[in-house]
């Protein structure tokens, strides 16, 4: 029944090590994000893929380098980790053209990563 | 998108209509305002939008002023599952993304 689901829901990593964080969402939205909320409780966006093509990047490092294989996917792989980098990331989706280009954003239950 | 301000704080007693106000006297003519919470470590949950009528759904009611330069969103009978931070955003239609401020933690005291 899990409209928009992520895989894990915790992650423990060394720095410098590369992780990934899966996104999946069976709502039939042809849009899909990733949302950083960093300590200090911050909710940022910082990519968005409509019908599998990149629509925004928010100025992330390159070592983040969102996949998505079909429009139901959206992956977060995260090369190098760093301190920085830990923080809980969110994915949502929505439909573009809903009712009007309202674009109701539906999220995930969040990923919390701890990079030591 | 336009800027929004928020109390960082409110509580309310349950049972109560909780009043969460929010300025954005920026605000232009395409855009629309929307309600989004975010209830302790769950991702944020869509209330409720409007553009210049009040609205109402089960979650929640919305009033806007007449000069759509503030909005109130009403909570009518508050609950302790209620808590959490609430964000105002002002956002064009067809807009991609979600810009959160730092919200209202609201806090409904049994």
């Known amino acids: 029944d899990t409209a928009v689901s992520q895989t894990p829901k915790y992650l423990v990593t060394q720095m410098g090590n590369d992780k990934s964080i899966k996104c999946e969402q069976n709502l039939g939205h042809d849009t899909m994000y990733w949302y950083k909320q960093d300590s200090k409780k911050f909710l940022k966006i910082m990519f968005s893929y409509n019908n599998k093509e990149l629509i925004i990047n928010e100025t992330v490092p390159n070592r983040f380098s969102p996949k998505s294989p079909d429009k139901a996917h959206l992956n977060l792989h995260i090369n190098s980790l760093e301190l920085g980098d830990s923080a809980v990331y969110f994915c949502?989706?929505?439909?573009?053209?809903?009712?009007?280009?309202?674009?109701?954003?539906?999220f995930g239950p969040g990923t919390r990563l701890t990079v030591l | 998108d336009a800027k929004t301000t928020q109390p960082p704080s409110m509580d309310c007693a349950e049972g109560r209509a909780a009043n969460l106000p929010c300025n954005h006297s920026?605000?232009?003519?395409?855009?629309?305002v929307y309600w989004y919470r975010q209830i302790h470590s769950q991702g944020p949950q869509y209330i409720i939008h409007?553009?210049?009528n009040n609205e109402t759904n089960e979650m929640a009611s919305l009033i806007i002023t007449e000069d759509r330069k503030s909005s109130t969103l009403i909570l009518p009978h508050a609950t302790l599952r209620d808590t959490a931070v609430y964000y105002c955003i002002v956002r064009v239609t067809g807009a991609q993304k979600l810009v959160f401020g730092q919200g209202t933690r609201l806090t409904i005291n049994p």
């Open positions: 949502a989706s929505s439909l573009r053209g809903e009712r009007g280009g309202l674009d109701t954003q539906y």
């Open positions: 409007g553009l210049k």
């Open positions: 920026t605000i232009s003519g395409n855009e629309y």
